[in-house]
């Protein structure tokens, strides 16, 4: 396990029922596959050593040896695999038999699982032939040549890497409260689930539905595997379902009724599960209540360790890693944007009628964000039944204002039908340059942020004037990277895009486009989309187009929305991220992977940069997000939307002046 990714694999063999011979051999066969294909941990569908169709010859004590035999042959084969296994048998313990799923690793039982909740309704009959997990009372036996310890309390296996994983079987997972509960609160990390479960009209969905659900409840890797093939059709169907989840997520599935053995194998991220676990309060308070609930109910926790490996691996990052996580996926993309929208809007609601206001003012450039911004606000007053022209959209040029972006924020106004104020900000601020003494021909910081700070007081006293909000426009990248001017657009009486990184809101503006009735309101959208990122505080080249690029300066959007996304939504540490970006940005773009994505300023989405370039912004991303906490400590109010929020108020509380330096060292040392 290697930047605290582990390799798991469902496998689903074909089997005959009764023929233990046949069924050792396909489950060996594909172990050594698998191992050969670095999987550390793998698990084979409920009863897989005999089938689990068998019904009453589970009374039968020759396929009860033959199985006892067949996973003596099993350990034997792992003796040089550097593997852990998880197989299904039936296991003899005094009087009761057990269905059991047994841990091997290197020649040794680890341990065996006991089945708790046996279903004994419409086709499924399991009592018939097995005891509980529950009838046991705890005893050491011998089985397979080991000692082993049979038990109804909870067992935990940790590999040599650190992963902790437990086991439970089939019905386990559709009791009210599953086994992997108390596992995943005692430690485990992983759920592996031995299956066997027919498929029936409209089950497959419930099953998919109900194993994310637990993945997510319990923050675990779930890693179910169910019988397929082979199973007896003589009163219903095995479908062969292999599924892996990571915390909700599905990440590998196989074909539902394949005729061969299937391999689903996939990597599953410790790290990110244990740093989710460690920032949910409800999840820390659980753990205290599953230890109190275990001592009442006089249950303990027996804790297992594999054995090391034998060699070291090269570790290979397998996963596909989303280059743009921010962005919905493609399939509900539009009721995502529906939903982002209506948390603005009802944000902007709850404040405008609080406040009792009667307009709202907002600087509109022809960017990205302000478009957004004005449209958010447009919806907002529809909602509340007041009329547009209380929205006051106010265009103020100045010394690097293009013709595109001025000529897009006015016809956008005027089409949205509210009111629109032109306010020349070049006078102004010349005068302000003489005041001061500085030379307005010298072109640097102060420069710049005079127009952005005086453009800001020109908002607020017009919000004065007309008892009204000034709606600040800043987004969510732009406050991690402190791409603004202190007091000046930094500062707003209500932020509406505060929860919003850059590359989203054009997918926001598209989708709105989409669905505008209005052409030019359309035709403005659609080439405020395609504009260069630009504050516009430079005068503008000899053809009058934009000459100040913010991506040129800061770095790409898309590359330091990924920075962020990982850096403040999982707490990992820069060469993880490297590893991730060069996954998504390199590997992915070269293999044709990559989600194909409209353009952000004028760039398409989903380009391929060298290792040098993102290790050049992911420092850039570094210094800057440490240098400008200031900023984002005295944020105006704005709701959240997504996962990640810079709110000082609410998800990211950090001192103003904390040191960036072990972050930037690592990634100088990538």
Known sequence: MEYGFIKVASAVPSVKVGDVRFNNQQIESIIVQAEGMGVEIIVFPELSITGYSCQDLFHQQLLLDAAENSLMMLLNVTRQLDIIAIVGLPVVVGDLLLNCAAVI??????????????????????????ASA?????????????????????QLFTTSTGATFGVEICEDVWAPTPPSNGLALAGAQLIFNLSASDELSGKHAYLKSLLSNQSARTMTGYIYSSCGFGESTQDVVYGGNALIYENGHLLAESERFSLNSQLEISQIDIEKLQTERRCNSTYVNAQCNIKYAMQESGLALHHIVAASPDRERDFVLERTVDSHPFIPKEEDRNS?????LNIQVSGLAKRVVHTHVKTVVL???????????????????????????????????????????????????????????????????????????????????????????????????????????VIGTGDLSEMALGWSTYNGDHMSMYGVNGGVPKT?????????????????????????????????L????????????????????????????????????????????????????????????????????????DEATIKKWLKVFLRRFFSQQFKRSCLPDGPKVGSVSL???GDWRMPSDASSNIWLEEVDSL
């Open 647 to 649: 709110s000082p108020r």
């Open 538 to 609: 430079i005068p503008a080249d000899e053809n009058g187009e934009i000459k100040q690029k913010t991506e040129d300066l800061v770095g790409p959007y898309e590359l330091h929305d990924f920075f962020l996304y990982y850096f403040l939504r999982f707490g990992f540490r820069p060469g993880k991220i490297f590893l991730l970006a060069k996954k998504a940005f390199i590997d992915q773009q070269v293999k044709g992977k990559s989600v194909e994505h409209k353009t952000v300023s004028g760039a398409e989405l989903g380009g391929s940069y």
């Open 336 to 340: 995502s944007c529906e939903e982002i």
């Open 105 to 130: 690793q290197k020649g040794k039982l680890l341990g065996l699982v006991p089945k708790t909740y046996l279903p004994e309704y419409s086709e499924f009959y399991e009592k018939r032939w097995f």
């Open 134 to 154: 529950q009838d046991v009372k705890q005893t050491e036996i011998r089985f397979a040549g080991h000692k082993v310890l049979i038990t109804p309390d909870l």
């Open 504 to 536: 989203l809101i054009q997918f926001l503006l598209r989708h709105i486009a989409d669905h505008s009735d209005d052409e030019t309101s359309k035709t403005a959208l659609l080439d405020i989309i395609n504009t260069p990122i630009s504050p516009e």
């Open 363 to 469: 600087g509109i450039s022809g960017g990205l964000d302000s478009t957004l911004a004005l449209l958010v606000c447009v919806k907002t007053f529809d909602r509340l039944g007041m009329d547009r022209k209380n929205i006051i959209g106010v265009t103020m040029p100045g010394f690097g204002t293009t013709d595109r972006t001025h000529h897009n924020a006015v016809v956008l106004m005027k089409s949205l039908g509210v009111t629109v104020k032109e306010i020349n900000i070049s006078k102004a601020v010349t005068q302000h340059f003489e005041d001061i003494g500085h030379d307005i021909n010298v072109h640097d910081v102060t420069y710049e942020n005079g127009q952005a700070r005086e453009r800001t007081q020109i908002l607020m006293d017009l919000a004065n004037q007309m008892d009204g909000l």
